[in-house]
């Protein structure tokens, strides 16, 4: 425990502060005080939670997510789903490395002690600790508060999924006991109040409430310590030292520590920007701030200035990789491949990505247990925005000894390079993605469904889109049926029927249905057609054809719809002069036929000339020309592409 007066100090801090205007509900604040044990690597906890009811029910009970009980044993719900973490597994196992949460009291505001049970929501698995339910002495009124308080111990997993310590450094993401989100009917998939209190699983990290995170961390003395909001003060007392900090209108609270950290400050946009990382990244410290401040610009002029005082940017050291390439509110973790050269962009790409979060995630709290693409996918879509913008579109990924590659080409290699990519619709929760196809499906699919909408609407339009459905949606808990009629409004507001009454034929095709897209150009002909020959108005009166003259020929083009989904795409056929036709097609039909006569011979085909169909499976078929064209290279260099890619996919697993 901190020792008393600083505790006094800090509270003391926290009050005089200037009220800083209140940008969310603030459903769930907490005051922690934890003490790391370095020697027994432990957490000894106190905390009290302030719950206010959101809805008009009389709520009776609190579920908490115990998160770090997810390590205990190989038998948890996580454990039990972590293929992806397996190795992380091993090392836990080998080692011990297990780690728990116990709750040893728990007392309401009256002083009453409170009982509590673990319970399994979503798949009764009586191993699994992971949600805590405590029944209520004095039930919480409509409208009304508890104040809720709490003395826990945790042991710290040994480098597990996220959170965890290797060696002397710390990374403590969901660590602490959280209260769950209380859904009213009528909220997202609600039609009774409930509580939304998912175990915790491999895949999916947390949905929360916004509140205030008021948290006093004492280590020993040589430990520097990174973590969401700000560093309200630091006291030293018999060799260690406490770090009080304060985040206002967030969803979560995450810290690290190390004595190894060295600290790097800039300011952009009044924002105070705090990287940590070990003496031996020091000198990447320019590529992070060059894409964070970028990334932050790019977010702040399409959905609105970043708007806390803070971002700390977490550089994990080789052993803490387990920590890599995640996004907590105000934090950040790089994923820092120092062994690949600087011109493979993994590092931008997974910092862009983890900022963009803040927006996506952090500050329009979507589900992510359950509908992951909600964030994930607009997030991967906006860093690949991010990225081709700062690096240029083909070489946003990778620009190496002549090879490059843009981020178009890594989404498009994981989700067609699934064995079957569709295998899976997004009407699931994260954990029930068949054969580890989630990554694939939430990010890269709903990235390239997002770039097609992008390619039908345009740019700008997009944006604007996005950026009311982040205005609309920001600090509150949209679902995805929100998301879509945001947009069924402003492409109303913008284009009218263009695109029919609404949307919902984009999305029942790319997010209710697993069909694929594939646009082929099937056949050019040519064939000359002979001048009118024959008897037309008299009867003696024969019509010869004239002379030779210049043939004229009957020029067609047949394209296929050779899978499910449709989309209004543009098809381009170029004829031997050097013309070209641009057809507007709406892509219904199987087979669509494009006759010419008189222009001459057609010599080239093209759908959807300017890739705006991302979703389009195959791009080699989309094109057409009478000479003979190059297929077999292209082929060989398409083949080494998707392996690239999915070397780069598995560099990026924990974003
Ligand atoms: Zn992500």
């Given at each position: ?24 509900p603030r459903t769930a604040s907490y005051d922690i005080q ?522 067609s083009v047949i394209v296929h719809r050779l899978e499910g ?66 297929t077999g290279v292209r082929k060989y260099f398409l083949q ?16």
């Amino acid at each position: 425990m901190p020792p008393k007066p600083f505790l006094l100090f800090c509270f003391l801090l926290w009050g005089c502060r200037p009220a800083f205007s209140q940008l969310s509900p603030r459903t769930a604040s907490y005051d922690i005080q934890v003490r790391l044990d370095t020697a027994e690597k432990k957490l000894y906890g106190r905390q009290a939670l302030h719950w206010a009811n959101p809805s008009a029910d009389t709520v009776r009970e609190l579920q908490y997510h115990l998160y770090l009980n997810a390590f205990r044993n190989s038998e948890s719900t996580f454990m039990r789903e972590a293929g992806n973490f397996g190795f992380m597994i091993d090392a836990m196992r080998e080692n011990c490395g297990w780690g728990w949460t116990e709750v040893q009291r728990i007392t309401d505001g009256d002083g009453n002690r409170l009982a509590m049970e673990y319970i399994a929501p979503d798949d009764g698995n009586p191993a699994d600790r992971t949600v805590l339910r405590v029944p209520l002495a004095r039930p919480v009124l409509p409208g009304g508060t508890i104040r809720a308080e709490l003395e826990w111990t945790s042991q710290i997993p040994r480098a597990a999924a996220r959170t965890g310590y290797n060696q002397d450094y710390y990374f403590l993401a969901q660590w602490f006991p959280k209260v769950g989100v209380y859904e009213p009917a009528g909220m997202r998939f609600a039609q009774a109040g409930q509580w939304n209190c998912h175990q915790y699983h491999a895949e999916g990290e947390y949905y929360s409430d916004f509140g205030v995170y008021n948290v006093a961390i004492t280590l020993p003395a040589g430990f520097t310590v990174g973590a969401s909001g700000v560093l309200q003060g630091v006291e030293e007392q018999g060799g260690e030292k406490t770090w009080a900090f304060r985040a206002e209108d967030v969803i979560d609270f995450t810290w690290a520590a190390s004595p190894h950290f060295k600290e790097i400050k800039e300011t952009h946009n009044g924002v105070q920007l705090r990287l940590l990382a070990y003496p031996y990244h020091e000198h990447l410290a320019e590529r992070y701030f060059r894409v964070i401040k970028f990334a932050m610009d790019f977010c702040g002029s399409r959905f609105g200035p970043y708007p806390y005082p803070g971002l700390t940017i977490v550089d994990p050291p080789l052993h803490g990789m387990f920590s890599s390439a995640m996004e907590y509110p105000t934090l950040i973790s790089t994923a820092n491949l120092c062994f690949l050269p600087a011109s493979v962009r993994t590092s931008e790409l997974l910092l862009a990505h983890e900022f963009v979060h803040q927006y996506f995630m952090q500050m329009v709290a979507s589900n992510e247990q359950e509908e992951p693409w909600l964030d994930e996918g607009i997030t991967n879509y906006y860093e690949a925005r991010i990225m081709d913008e700062l690096f240029g579109p083909q070489s946003s990924t990778v620009d190496w000894l002549g090879f490059r590659m843009g981020n178009l080409e890594s989404n498009r290699g994981e989700f067609f390079g699934l064995d079957n990519p569709q295998i899976a619709d997004y009407g699931r929760f994260s954990w029930q993605f068949p054969e580890g196809s989630g990554h694939a499906i939430s990010y890269s699919k709903t990235t390239l469904w997002l770039r097609t909408l992008e390619g039908l609407l345009g740019t700008e339009a997009l944006d604007e889109v996005m950026g009311a459905y982040f205005r609309r949606w920001k600090f509150r808990h949209p679902c995805g049926q929100d998301f879509i009629d945001v947009v069924n409004e402003e492409v109303a507001k913008k284009f009218g029927n263009r695109f029919g009454e609404n949307m919902d034929w984009f999305f029942g095709q790319v997010l209710y249905s697993t069909e694929l897209c594939d646009y082929a150009v099937a056949s050019i002909a040519n064939t000359p057609v002979a001048p009118p020959a024959g008897i037309f108005e008299e009867t003696e009166d024969c019509v010869r054809p004239e002379g030779k003259g210049e043939p004229r020929f009957r020029a067609s083009v047949i394209v296929h719809r050779l899978e499910g989904l449709y989309f209004p795409v543009e098809v381009r056929i170029t004829f031997e002069d050097g013309q070209t036709i641009t057809e507007q097609w709406d892509g219904k039909a199987r087979s669509r036929e494009f006759v010419y006569e008189g222009r001459g011979r057609a010599v080239a085909a093209e759908i959807d000339p300017e890739r705006r169909i991302c979703l389009d499976k195959n791009f080699i078929n989309n094109s057409r020309a009478v000479a003979p064209q190059k297929t077999g290279v292209r082929k060989y260099f398409l083949q080494f592409l998707f392996w690239m890619q999915n070397a780069m996919q598995g560099l990026s697993m924990l974003v």
